[in-house]
């Protein structure tokens, strides 16, 4: 079963956005003259499209890819690779989405749910059950960020927004019935939430605010108080877990470059800088203990991997990811 992962953000530079599937390498040259260089490590295939919002991919059974943007009129739309060849795109309407990344979400192979943000700033849902999708609903609230999304188990989901007070929302599909949306707390938060899990019933959620990180952890029973881990950030922090109690959380810092802070189950790490300088936010991979893939894009639209081994960073590269970007020309661009 591959892993299920879906990563995405928006790069300042040149409007071109980034989205993963799988680790490995997206580097080397300039993203233009790549998209145009026959190198066969880092090939560029265009998908076309008219895409107004950033790619997100998710890959919901082992050798397929998903691909969800919010096309024109801000209709949402899908193109599938199913392990020989990529489908025609497909509109998927009934709902007006904002210029957000749709969230997609898999909690089982072929089972995939889609979170966006909907022009009304409504979070809209729609899901697709390996046979036939559903149709829109929406699931109110007044969200506006992005929203982040994470299943803990079949027929479960968590959706996390930013409301327009500035404060932290979740809202949960617990196999029956939709919640109220629940105010986390939390003020004058000026990022979208991230979301990790490391086990049924456990949630960990951050977000930041005025540059620093917050964190709210459900361990099943109750949500904890929102606590201050500081920081001196300047874009969405990506949170992910390779195991029980452990947490890395990565985001820009205002000097650009990659920080990284990690919690074992019982403190939190001081923040340690990874160097580098990008304009995009990092987002972050794992699929066994001790081991994480960062993803960073540079000014020059350079993406960067940084790797963990588990004792220090290293630089050797492995594995295959899939990288999805909207250029310059709207269209929707591959690279593998
Ligand atoms: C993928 O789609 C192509 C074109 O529709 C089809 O010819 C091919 O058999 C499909 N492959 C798989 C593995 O389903
Ligand atoms: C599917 O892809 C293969 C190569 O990967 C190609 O030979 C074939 O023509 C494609 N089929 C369709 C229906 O596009
Ligand atoms: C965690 O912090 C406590 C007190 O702050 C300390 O006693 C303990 O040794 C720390 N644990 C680890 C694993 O560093």
């Not at 560029?44 to 997100?56: K, M, Q």
């Not at 096309?71 to 020989?84: A, D, K, M, P, S």
């Not at 990092?282 to 081994?309: C, E, F, H, K, M």
Request: hydrophobic residues 45%.
């Amino acid at each position: 079963m591959v892993r299920l992962i879906t990563i995405s953000s928006l790069l300042a530079y040149n409007s071109l956005t980034l989205a993963g599937v799988l680790p490995i390498v997206p580097a080397g040259p300039e993203l233009q003259d790549r998209a145009t260089a026959p190198n066969p490590v880092n090939r560029w295939e265009s998908l076309g499209g008219t895409i107004i919002s950033p790619p997100a991919a998710i890959s919901a059974l082992a050798g397929t890819m998903n691909v969800f943007v919010v096309g024109r009129y801000g209709v949402c739309h899908h193109i599938g690779y199913n392990g020989t060849n990529w489908s025609t795109w497909e509109a998927i309407e009934g709902a007006y989405l904002s210029s957000s990344a749709p969230v997609p979400v898999s909690w089982g192979p072929n089972r995939l749910d889609i979170l966006a943000q909907g022009e009304d700033a409504a979070i809209w849902h729609i899901s697709y059950d390996g046979f036939s999708l559903s149709e829109w609903e929406s699931l109110g609230g007044s969200i506006q960020s992005a929203p982040a999304a994470i299943s803990w188990g079949t027929n479960r989901l968590d959706v996390f927004g930013v409301g327009s007070d500035a404060g932290l929302y979740h809202k949960w599909w617990d196999g029956k019935d939709w919640s109220a949306w629940e105010f986390l707390g939390g003020e004058g938060i000026d990022s979208k939430p991230a979301v990790t899990s490391w086990a049924a019933n456990r949630l960990d959620v951050f977000a930041t605010a005025g540059g620093a990180l917050y964190h709210k952890a459900w361990d099943g029973k109750n949500w904890g108080a929102m606590e201050a881990l500081g920081g001196n950030l300047r874009s969405d922090p990506a949170a992910v877990s390779w195991g029980r109690n452990r947490i890395d959380v990565f985001a820009l810092g205002t000097d650009k470059a990659v920080w990284h802070i990690s919690f074992d189950g019982s403190n939190w790490s001081q923040w340690e800088s990874l160097g580098g300088e990008f304009t995009l936010a990092p987002v972050a991979v794992s699929d066994q203990p001790n081991r994480l893939d960062v993803y960073a894009v540079g000014a020059s639209g350079v993406t960067s991997q940084i790797v963990w081994n588990g004792n220090n960073v290293e630089d050797s590269l492995t594995g295959r990811v899939d990288v999805f970007v909207m250029g310059q020309d709207k269209a929707l661009w591959h690279n593998w």
